[in-house]
C-alpha cells in the first residue's frame, strides 16, 4: 500500500497519577499526553486518518541531571514537531509506509540540529509518527495489525535495515494468530508500599482500587512481575527479600519476576554481589529461582563499554541480561549482542519496525548457535485507549505471552480521556475494560488481559478519537508549579 501523507497535527492533555511513580531517581505524580494524528490518501485518492499517542515522561528519554522535567518535556515536543515536518515534506509520491518512516528517521536522525538531542528523545517523534502512519494505513485497507503485518501492508523490508536478515521473512516469522489474553507482569515500584498495613490510615486511597502489593497480587490474581532496582546495593538488599516474603504469602502461581535496574548500577560488579547474598537467604533463593532476565543494569552511555560490561557473564550466571534504554537506534542491539547481551526490550515509544528488525535478528543470531536472543514486552506507563492498546497489538503480534503493566495501577482507569472516549471504550473493547465503583478500568483476571477486541480495522483500537477535545500542541503550555 502506498500512501501520500497531506496533512498531521499535534494534540495535548493531561493526567494526574492516584499515587506517586518513582522510575531510577525520579518520581512522577502528574504527565502530559501527546496525540498525534495524521491524513494520508492512497494511490486512487481515498483519504484515511490515523492517531497515536503517548505519555511525555520526563527522565527516562533523557536522564541528564541538567535538564528540567519541563527541558524534558519540550525536548518530546520539538521531536515530534520535527517528525511532523519530516513526514508532511516527502512531496507528493505516494510511498510504502516502511519507507515513508525510513526518510522520516533518517531526516530526524540525520539532521545537524537533531544531533545534539538524546537519541532516544530523537526517536520519540519518529516512532509516534510511525504509529500513526500504521494506523492510517490498516483503517484504509480495512484489515487489522496483525493481518497487515502477515500481508505485509507496509512494504517492511528486514534486509534494509539489517544485512543479516536476507531471506528472513516476517510474516513467516510472526504465529499464526495473535495472542488473544495476555498476562501483566506488574511492576513493583520503588515507592510503593509492600503490605495494606504498611499503609497509614491517612494515606490509604480508599478509591476502590488496590494500593499495596500484597492486595494488589489477590485483587489481580498476579503472579509475574518487574521489580525496580533503586541502585544502592544497601537499599536494594534490604528490600528485595522484603519483597520475596510478600511473594511466599500470596501468590499462589507459578511465580516470575524480571528485574529492572533502570541505568543505577554504576558498577556491575555490585548486582553479581547483590544477587550473591540473594542467594545465601532462604527468601532470596526463590527470588533468583524465579527471574527470568536483568533489564538495563548500566547507564546507557557506558552500556557497550568494554571494561564496564566485564562482569556481564558473572551477572548472566543468574539470569539473562536485556538492554533498554541503551537500545536507542537501529543498530544499538548488534551492538549490545557483541557485548554479551542477551536480549532487547520492545517499547512502541522506540519504534514499531525496529522490534520487528530486532526480532528477526534474534531468531537469526540464535539459529546461528550464537546463544539464546529474546525480547520482552516493556511498559513506559501506557493508557489507554491509544497507548495502551495499540502496545498490546504489538506485544499481540510478537506473540509474547506477558508485557510490564503499570499504567493501570498509577493512574485513575480510564478518567484522563474525554467521557465519551472512556464511554465508547467501554462498549467496543468490553474485554479489555470494566466498569466498577473506581469508574472505568482495565480488566485484569487470574493475572491476564483478554485481547481479542484489537483485532479490528486499525492499529488496536475502535473508538472514534475527539482530537478538538484536547489542547493544540502549539498552544499549550507546561503548567507552573
Same mark, same amino acid.
Given at each position: 500500500?502506498?500512501?501520500?501523507? *497531506?496533512?498531521?497535527?499535534?494534540?495535548?492533555?493531561? /493526567?494526574?497519577?492516584?499515587?506517586?511513580?518513582?522510575?531510577?531517581?525520579?518520581?512522577?505524580?502528574?504527565?502530559?499526553?501527546?496525540?498525534?494524528?495524521?491524513?494520508?490518501?492512497?494511490?486512487?485518492?481515498? %483519504?484515511?486518518?490515523? #492517531?497515536?499517542?503517548?505519555?511525555?515522561?520526563?527522565?527516562?528519554?533523557?536522564?541528564?541531571?541538567?535538564?528540567?522535567?519541563?527541558? =524534558?518535556?519540550?525536548?518530546?515536543?520539538? /521531536?515530534?514537531?520535527?517528525?511532523?515536518?519530516?513526514?508532511?515534506?516527502?512531496?507528493?509520491?505516494?510511498?510504502?509506509? #516502511? $519507507?515513508?518512516?525510513?526518510?522520516?528517521?533518517?531526516?530526524?536522525?540525520?539532521?545537524?540540529?537533531?544531533?545534539?538531542?538524546?537519541?532516544?528523545? %530523537?526517536? #520519540?517523534?519518529?516512532?509516534?509518527?510511525?504509529?500513526?502512519?500504521? $494506523?492510517?494505513?490498516?483503517?484504509?485497507?480495512?484489515?487489522?495489525?496483525?493481518?497487515?503485518?502477515?500481508?505485509?501492508?507496509?512494504?517492511?523490508?528486514?534486509?534494509?535495515? !539489517?544485512?543479516?536478515?536476507?531471506?528472513?521473512?516476517?510474516?513467516?516469522?510472526?504465529? /499464526?494468530?495473535?495472542?488473544?489474553?495476555?498476562?501483566?507482569? !506488574?511492576?513493583?515500584?520503588?515507592?510503593?508500599?509492600?503490605?495494606?498495613?504498611?499503609?497509614?490510615?491517612?494515606?490509604?486511597? =480508599?478509591?476502590?482500587?488496590?494500593?499495596?502489593?500484597?492486595?494488589?497480587?489477590? !485483587? @489481580?490474581?498476579?503472579?509475574? &512481575?518487574?521489580?525496580?532496582?533503586?541502585?544502592?546495593?544497601?537499599?536494594?538488599?534490604?528490600?528485595?527479600?522484603?519483597?520475596?516474603?510478600? &511473594?511466599?504469602?500470596?501468590?499462589?502461581?507459578?511465580?516470575?519476576?524480571?528485574?529492572?535496574? =533502570?541505568?543505577?548500577?554504576?558498577?556491575?560488579?555490585?548486582?553479581?554481589?547483590?544477587?550473591?547474598?540473594?542467594?545465601?537467604?532462604?527468601?532470596?533463593?526463590?527470588?533468583?529461582?524465579?527471574?527470568?532476565?536483568?533489564?538495563?543494569?548500566?547507564?546507557? /552511555?557506558?552500556?557497550?563499554?568494554?571494561?564496564?560490561?566485564?562482569?556481564?557473564?558473572?551477572?548472566?550466571?543468574?539470569?539473562?541480561?536485556?538492554?533498554?534504554?541503551?537500545?536507542?537506534?537501529?543498530?544499538?542491539?548488534?551492538?549490545?549482542?557483541?557485548?554479551?547481551?542477551?536480549?532487547?526490550?520492545?517499547?512502541?515509544?522506540?519504534?514499531?519496525?525496529?522490534? &520487528?528488525?530486532?526480532?528477526?535478528?534474534?531468531?537469526?543470531?540464535?539459529?546461528?548457535?550464537?546463544?539464546?536472543?529474546?525480547?520482552?514486552?516493556?511498559?513506559?506507563?501506557?493508557?489507554?485507549?491509544?497507548?495502551?492498546?495499540?502496545?498490546?497489538?504489538?506485544?499481540?503480534?510478537?506473540?509474547?505471552?506477558?508485557?510490564? %503493566?503499570?499504567?493501570?495501577? @498509577?493512574?485513575?482507569?480510564?478518567?484522563?480521556?474525554?467521557?465519551?472516549?472512556?464511554?465508547?471504550?467501554?462498549?467496543?473493547?468490553? $474485554?479489555? @475494560?470494566?466498569?466498577?465503583?473506581?469508574?472505568?478500568?482495565?480488566?485484569?483476571?487470574?493475572?491476564?488481559?483478554?485481547? =481479542?477486541?484489537?483485532?479490528?480495522?486499525?492499529?488496536?483500537?475502535?473508538?472514534?478519537?475527539?482530537?478538538?477535545?484536547?489542547?493544540?500542541?502549539?498552544? *499549550?503550555?507546561?503548567?507552573?508549579?
Amino acid at each position: 500500500m502506498r500512501l501520500r501523507v *497531506w496533512k498531521a497535527g499535534l494534540w495535548m492533555s493531561q /493526567a494526574t497519577t492516584r499515587l506517586p511513580f518513582r522510575f531510577g531517581k525520579t518520581t512522577m505524580t502528574w504527565a502530559p499526553i501527546l496525540l498525534a494524528q495524521v491524513e494520508v490518501e492512497d494511490e486512487q485518492g481515498t %483519504r484515511s486518518s490515523g #492517531f497515536a499517542s503517548d505519555l511525555l515522561v520526563p527522565r527516562w528519554f533523557d536522564k541528564n541531571p541538567s535538564k528540567s522535567p519541563r527541558d =524534558n518535556v519540550g525536548d518530546l515536543l520539538e /521531536a515530534a514537531r520535527r517528525a511532523v515536518e519530516a513526514v508532511t515534506s516527502l512531496g507528493s509520491s505516494t510511498l510504502p509506509v #516502511f $519507507d515513508l518512516w525510513r526518510q522520516t528517521y533518517q531526516a530526524c536522525f540525520e539532521a545537524p540540529e537533531a544531533r545534539g538531542m538524546e537519541p532516544l528523545v %530523537r526517536g #520519540f517523534g519518529v516512532a509516534l509518527l510511525e504509529r500513526a502512519l500504521i $494506523d492510517a494505513a490498516c483503517r484504509g485497507a480495512g484489515v487489522s495489525f496483525f493481518q497487515a503485518l502477515k500481508q505485509n501492508l507496509f512494504g517492511f523490508e528486514a534486509a534494509a535495515l !539489517h544485512a543479516e536478515l536476507a531471506g528472513w521473512d516476517l510474516g513467516q516469522s510472526l504465529p /499464526a494468530r495473535a495472542l488473544a489474553a495476555v498476562e501483566v507482569r !506488574h511492576t513493583v515500584g520503588l515507592l510503593d508500599p509492600l503490605r495494606t498495613s504498611d499503609i497509614p490510615a491517612e494515606e490509604r486511597l =480508599n478509591d476502590g482500587l488496590p494500593q499495596a502489593l500484597d492486595d494488589i497480587i489477590r !485483587h @489481580y490474581g498476579l503472579s509475574c &512481575f518487574k521489580v525496580k532496582l533503586s541502585g544502592s546495593l544497601e537499599n536494594d538488599r534490604e528490600r528485595l527479600p522484603a519483597i520475596a516474603e510478600v &511473594f511466599e504469602e500470596t501468590v499462589r502461581g507459578n511465580l516470575r519476576i524480571t528485574v529492572d535496574a =533502570n541505568e543505577q548500577y554504576d558498577d556491575l560488579a555490585d548486582l553479581v554481589r547483590l544477587f550473591e547474598e540473594l542467594s545465601r537467604r532462604p527468601e532470596g533463593r526463590r527470588l533468583l529461582q524465579a527471574m527470568l532476565y536483568v533489564e538495563q543494569p548500566l547507564p546507557r /552511555a557506558v552500556s557497550f563499554d568494554p571494561a564496564r560490561v566485564e562482569p556481564l557473564r558473572r551477572l548472566s550466571a543468574f539470569a539473562p541480561v536485556m538492554i533498554d534504554e541503551a537500545d536507542s537506534d537501529i543498530e544499538a542491539f548488534k551492538r549490545g549482542v557483541s557485548c554479551g547481551y542477551r536480549g532487547v526490550s520492545i517499547k512502541n515509544c522506540k519504534g514499531v519496525f525496529r522490534s &520487528f528488525a530486532n526480532r528477526g535478528l534474534c531468531e537469526v543470531y540464535s539459529r546461528e548457535g550464537r546463544g539464546g536472543f529474546f525480547q520482552s514486552a516493556e511498559d513506559l506507563t501506557n493508557l489507554p485507549v491509544i497507548p495502551l492498546q495499540q502496545d498490546l497489538a504489538t506485544v499481540a503480534a510478537h506473540g509474547l505471552t506477558h508485557v510490564e %503493566r503499570n499504567g493501570h495501577h @498509577y493512574f485513575r482507569g480510564l478518567r484522563h480521556l474525554p467521557s465519551e472516549e472512556a464511554r465508547e471504550a467501554l462498549g467496543a473493547h468490553p $474485554d479489555l @475494560y470494566e466498569e466498577t465503583e473506581a469508574g472505568i478500568v482495565l480488566k485484569i483476571r487470574d493475572g491476564k488481559i483478554e485481547i =481479542n477486541s484489537l483485532d479490528t480495522p486499525g492499529y488496536g483500537y475502535n473508538v472514534a478519537v475527539l482530537a478538538e477535545s484536547r489542547t493544540p500542541a502549539q498552544s *499549550w503550555e507546561f503548567p507552573n508549579p
